[in-house]
């Protein structure tokens, strides 16, 4: 009977919309503080696994990141972890 007819559409990707804020990397100049609420329960999700025939790509990419000062790489336990989802 068709009476109900779901439609999605996407008139204009975010990407393309919003340009000036997907391109490039910046970086801050100054340290940030993220403020927390006090009852908050931290989580760690462990990292999953990578296909064999990405990990090479994933390595070189992290070392990538960690020479523009994107990231660092941590080597005590923290109280928050996620897991990394890889994008080809």
Not at 59 to 81: F, G, H, R
Request: contains cysteine; proline residues 6%.
């Amino acid at each position: 009977m068709n009476l109900i007819k779901l439609v999605l559409s996407i008139t204009q990707l975010p990407v393309t919309k919003y340009c000036n804020v997907f391109k490039g990397t910046e970086k801050l100049e100054m340290e940030c503080e993220i403020c927390l609420k006090d009852n908050i329960i931290t989580t760690e999700h462990p990292p999953r696994k990578v296909p064999l025939a990405l990990k090479q790509k994933l390595k070189d990419k992290l070392e990538q990141l960690k020479c523009l000062d994107i990231i660092e790489k941590v080597s005590e336990p923290t109280d928050w972890a996620n897991g990394r989802n890889l994008v080809v």
